[in-house]
């Protein structure tokens, strides 16, 4: 019983985190972007602490727009949800979800701290942790494919259509990529990865898993639809992409996705490659303190990742879509096959220890 | 006539140099002085021949110079000009001289800043000038009158002083 609660507790803490943190970081990105651009950005909106009788309030950081995602959410919610005539309603429907859900789960095997008072700072501790991520996060393709064929018009389904080639392509090169590092440390389990990047070095640290590293953050551009690869959505060419005919809340939820897969696919690469929770010349065990620095420092780390996928999205142009094709299949997958044998070479002559 | 493509150096076929060339640019600009103009705190300088809202203008004795011709309510393409004439009373100063709106409507709901009124005014009276800012709560009030207008409009001297003659 108590056991159920505190995993209950945990859950209820990653989802309500991991929600806040995509709230927020559509401002970053709106604040990041604009600063790029000599702009200033979202800067009126606080948070209301108190309303007056004539309507005004009483609000917390304005200057830094802190309300901007409350302000943000209630439109989306106020909007008109309106579904066209032509659509097929339950995969229409369904689309949002699929996106959006397995974003979330993805988190459940994530390491994010070591212990606090005694519980594993993991909601789930799978032993096969790496390919419950790979699983859940393949479903996210549906969602976009399914928005793309059931909106039932031309640019979603051309969206659609590249998104699926883009995702599954790019989804062998993330796979791959990842392979050498489950060699080195010798288990599936995530928070294996991270015990043994804490009793090491972190894996970033082995000059033979920085290829890898650079496979799997472009891959994971990829994966998440983020620029220099956002093909499914592309603007500019198709009037928005898979996400056209989807309006209110709906939208909303792609939006989220989308963010939500980026935390996702940054937490990962902080847990596969940074050392997660683990930080030099921070004691491994220890007490309450040292098991709040622990998620603290995985926090750290994955804001500084998310920091530069927002900044790689404002500074490079879209690939085009045969270049992306190119890239994914002639570049990344020989590359990550080659970098399989290298690290299986490095580990037989026993530099990796 | 053939292009010859330029031959690529492996840095730049490998992408990674260029892009993090770009990274450092990018990252430069976030502490750079922002160019955003604050809007309703600040408010961007007018340039003199700017073409904003029709206004009324008086001369430098403070009389209203429009003489309530109706040339601009008859020229206005979207017929948002309604004037009232008015004659002076007969023991004005000017009584004889001229007419004078009693009344002078713009419809800014209906104002498609042509510029006609201005083109057709014979005693340069009406101007299409600085205030850019056009808002109101209720199509009542978007309806400008005589006194808004010509608050709007001030004062601009009259080199010919016309009325000085008479």
Redesign the interface.
């Known amino acids: 019983m108590e056991a159920i609660l505190i995993h209950l507790i945990k859950i209820a803490c990653v989802l309500g985190v991991v929600l806040l943190i995509c709230a927020y970081i559509v401002l970053v990105e709106r604040r990041?972007c604009?600063?790029?651009?000599?702009?200033?950005g979202p800067n009126r909106v606080g948070i209301p602490l108190w309303f007056r009788k004539d309507g005004s309030a009483i609000t917390l950081g304005g200057k830094w727009a802190l309300g901007q995602p409350l302000v943000d959410a209630m439109k989306s919610l106020l909007k008109e949800d309106f579904v066209p005539a032509h659509v097929n309603k339950l995969y229409f429907w369904l689309a949002p979800i699929l996106a959006m859900s397995p974003a979330l789960i993805v988190f459940a095997v994530i390491p994010f701290g070591s212990q606090l008072l005694g519980v594993p700072m993991i909601v789930a501790d799978v032993n096969v942790g790496i390919l419950f991520v790979f699983a859940t996060a393949s479903i996210t393709v549906y969602g976009i494919v399914l928005a793309g064929w059931s909106s039932n018009s031309k640019y979603p389904f051309l969206g659609g259509i590249r998104s699926s080639a883009q995702l599954i392509s790019y989804e062998i090169c993330l796979g791959l990529s990842v392979v050498p590092l489950f060699m080195q440390v010798e288990s599936l389990k995530l928070s294996e990865v991270v015990t043994w990047q804490s009793n090491h070095l972190w894996l970033i640290c082995y000059p033979w898993n920085w290829l890898p590293a650079?496979i799997y953050l472009a891959s994971s551009f990829a994966e998440t639809n983020r620029l220099p690869f956002d093909m499914p959505e592309a603007e500019q060419e198709l009037a928005g992409g898979y996400n056209v005919e989807y309006s209110s809340m709906k939208f909303a939820m792609f939006f989220m996705a989308e963010y939500t897969n980026m935390i996702a696919a940054s937490a990962l690469m902080v847990t596969l490659f940074l050392g997660g929770w683990s930080l030099p010349f921070v004691p491994v065990t220890g007490g309450i303190l040292v098991g709040l620095a622990h998620i603290c420092i995985f926090l750290a780390k994955l804001f500084g990742l998310l920091f530069f996928f927002i900044?790689?999205r404002?500074?490079?142009p879209r690939f085009r879509y045969d270049q992306l094709m190119g890239l994914g299949w002639k570049v990344f997958l020989p590359l990550a096959l080659l970098n399989v044998l290298i690290v299986a070479g490095v580990i037989m002559v026993g530099l990796s220890k | 006539m053939k292009l010859e493509r330029p031959q690529l150096t492996l840095a730049e076929r490998l992408y990674v140099p260029a892009v993090l060339s770009g990274l450092a640019l990018t990252f430069s600009h976030i502490f750079r002085k922002k160019v955003t103009l604050q809007y309703p705190e600040e408010k961007p300088v007018i340039p003199p021949g700017y073409r904003g809202q029709p206004v009324l203008v008086k001369d430098e004795e403070g009389r209203v110079k429009c003489v309530a011709c109706q040339l601009c309510e008859f020229v206005c393409p979207p017929r948002a000009i309604t004037i009232k004439p008015m004659e002076y009373p007969a023991d004005a100063k000017h009584a004889k001289v001229e007419k004078t709106p009693a009344e002078f409507d713009i419809d800014m709901l209906r104002c498609i800043y042509c510029g006609y009124c201005e083109e057709v005014c014979p005693e340069q009276a009406i101007f299409l000038r600085g205030p850019y800012s056009v808002s109101g709560l209720s199509r009542k009030a978007m309806v400008f009158n005589k006194a808004k207008l010509l608050e709007l409009g001030g004062t601009l001297p009259d080199p010919i002083k016309k009325w000085k003659k008479k």
């Open positions: 990041v604009a600063f790029i651009q000599d702009r200033l650079l900044w790689v404002w500074t490079l």
